[in-house]
C-alpha cells in the first residue's frame, strides 16, 4: 500500500510539475519587493534583517530579457550574493518568508534561489492536495479534485509565484482535511495551529506605513 500511494504522489507530482512549467513565465514582484527577502536569507550571518541593494539591479537585469524561456531560466538559477556589499537594513515586513527561502535553499540546493522557492511551494502543494485527494472516498472525486485544482493551471500559477502570497493558504488545505477526516481532528487541529502561526508570520502583516530609508553605519535603514 505504501509504495502503491508514493508511486502515486510521484506521479501527480511529476504532473504538476509539468503543467507548472507551462504557465510559469519566469513573473516575480518588482526587484525592490523581491531582493529584500531573497538577499537578505543570502546574508544569514545578520542578526538585523538586512540585504545587497545592488541585487536590484541585478534582478532588473535578468527581468529585461525578452525570450520568455531564458528570462524564466536566468532569474530561476540566479543566487544572490552572500558579500555584504551596498547592504540596507530592512524593517517593513515580517521575516518570515526568509527561513522559508533558506529551507528551500538547502532542499533544493540544486537550483539558483528563486528556483529553489517554487520548488519548495510546489512540493506543499503537491503534499497537501495528495492528503486531500486521498480524503476522497470515490475514484470519480478523487479524479476531479485532481483535474480542477491539483494541477490546474491557474492554481499553479499561483502556487509557483515566488513570494508570500501562497503560504496563506496553508491554514485552509488544513480545514479542509478537518472536515474531510473527522476522525482525525484532534491531529490536524494541532497541526493547524502551529502551522497557520507560520504562515501567519510569513506573510505581509504591515499593510500601511511610510516607507523611509535614513543612514546609518554601514548600513541603511528601510522603515514603516
Not at 113 to 119: E, P, T, Y
Not at 129 to 150: A, D, N
Not at 190 to 200: I, M
Request: glycine share 4%; net charge positive.
Amino acid at each position: 500500500m505504501f509504495f502503491k500511494r508514493l508511486l502515486l504522489f510521484l506521479t501527480c507530482l511529476v504532473s504538476a510539475k509539468g503543467v507548472s512549467l507551462l504557465v510559469d513565465k519566469g513573473k516575480i514582484m518588482t526587484p525592490e519587493i523581491t531582493v529584500p527577502y531573497f538577499s537578505g536569507a543570502a546574508l544569514s550571518g545578520n542578526d538585523n534583517w538586512v540585504f545587497n541593494l545592488n541585487e536590484v539591479d541585478t534582478l532588473k537585469k535578468l527581468n529585461l530579457i525578452e525570450n520568455i524561456h531564458e528570462k524564466r531560466k536566468a532569474i530561476d538559477n540566479y543566487r544572490f550574493s552572500s558579500e555584504e556589499d551596498s547592504t540596507h537594513q530592512y524593517q517593513l515586513n515580517q521575516p518570515g518568508l526568509i527561513y522559508a527561502i533558506r529551507l528551500a535553499k538547502i532542499m533544493f540546493f540544486f537550483q539558483g534561489d528563486i528556483g529553489a522557492l517554487k520548488s519548495f511551494q510546489l512540493l506543499i502543494h503537491c503534499f497537501f492536495c495528495f492528503l486531500i485527494m486521498l480524503s476522497f472516498k470515490t475514484t470519480l472525486k478523487r479524479l476531479l479534485f485532481f483535474l480542477l485544482y491539483f494541477i490546474n493551471p491557474a492554481i499553479l500559477y499561483l502556487t509557483i509565484f515566488p513570494f508570500y502570497y501562497f503560504w496563506q493558504v496553508i491554514g485552509s488545505y488544513i480545514i479542509v482535511l478537518i472536515l474531510l477526516n473527522p476522525k482525525k481532528q484532534t491531529f490536524l487541529l494541532l497541526l493547524f495551529s502551529s502551522l497557520r502561526f507560520d504562515s501567519c508570520s510569513i506573510r505581509f502583516c504591515k499593510i500601511s506605513g511610510k516607507v523611509s530609508m535614513v543612514s546609518v553605519p554601514k548600513t541603511k535603514s528601510i522603515s514603516g
